[in-house]
């Protein structure tokens, strides 16, 4: 057994459950808590060298405040949330010790996460906990950026709000044609039931964490925005019957992208 002793506030499911079972299949002791474990925040921080938190966005700021002052100098404080810059300022001001942001870029349920993504923001990191931390994710197969809060929000925003939107936008269009989506299947081509498919993850396995997602981005209104103006460019052609405009629209814009 490895001596740094970890506890994960939110171990005892999704995301937090999963980096638990990282630790320990890598020999580390692992304490987790959530609402109705007997142990609690303040025995966990006791306990621990390292405290993660990994509860749900809305919960987050709260669970911080409880948890930072409590956290010794020499200990680390980090996070699993989706966005960065609000929870790393927590971090910051609530404790004394190292802080690192921390983003698992896919879910829990993902089987074999070797070769995803996982975003680090070490706010006050010594030498000693990045390069554990890394370690960590890096023997995981994990591949490792490291951003500030600030960036990381921003190309979140692109990744998670804008796509999230879209979906969203697209569920509630479809809702709005009541037309019985047994009968829109009938019709449906391979891409458009991948799409319904992921509407349907969206809607009804996690919709708190996506809108939190998109909520609590504070570049969420900018991404939004642009979408509006993509969405009134497009309307507006269509409205012209333009197709012409519509492909050469396209073209230059592959240019651009790919
Ligand atoms: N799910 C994803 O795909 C994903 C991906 C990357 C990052 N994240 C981030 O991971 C974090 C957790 O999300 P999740 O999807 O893993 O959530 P989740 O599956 O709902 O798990 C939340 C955990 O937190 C505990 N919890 C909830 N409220 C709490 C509170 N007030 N005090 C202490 N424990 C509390 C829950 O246990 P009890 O309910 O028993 O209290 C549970 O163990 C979020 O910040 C999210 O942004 C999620």
Not at 49 to 63: D, F, L
Not at 146 to 167: C, F, G, R, S
Request: charged residues 25%.
């Amino acid at each position: 057994m490895k001596e740094t002793v970890v506890g994960i506030i939110g171990g005892t499911h999704g995301m937090g459950r999963w980096f638990a079972r990282l630790l320990r299949n890598d020999d580390y002791k692992v304490h987790v808590c959530g609402r109705k474990t007997r142990l609690g925040i303040d025995d966990l921080a006791g306990l621990c060298h390292v405290v993660v938190v990994a509860v749900p966005i809305a919960a987050t700021a709260e669970v911080i405040k409880q948890v930072g002052p409590l956290m010794g100098k020499d200990s680390l404080l980090m996070d699993l949330t989706s966005i960065k810059k609000e929870p790393v300022e927590l971090m910051l001001a609530s404790s004394r010790a190292d802080v690192i942001g921390c983003h698992p870029l896919f879910g829990p349920s993902l089987k074999n996460v070797r070769g995803q993504n996982v975003i680090l923001c070490p706010a006050r990191a010594n030498k000693r906990w990045l390069s554990w931390l890394k370690k960590l994710l890096v023997q995981g197969g994990l591949i490792v950026t490291e951003k500030t809060p600030a960036e990381h929000d921003k190309m979140m925003a692109i990744v998670q709000v804008l796509n999230h939107l879209n979906t969203i936008s697209l569920g509630l269009t479809l809702a709005a044609t009541g037309i019985p989506l047994a009968e829109i299947k009938k019709f449906s081509t391979p891409i458009f039931k991948t799409k319904v498919e992921i509407i349907k993850k969206i809607f009804t396995e996690t919709p708190g964490l996506y809108a939190d997602i998109i909520m609590h981005n504070p570049a969420a209104g900018e991404i939004s925005a642009l979408y509006k103006k993509s969405l009134a460019e497009i309307s507006a052609l269509l409205k012209a019957g333009d197709g012409k405009r519509m492909k050469e629209v396209m073209i230059k814009k592959a240019g651009k992208l790919f």
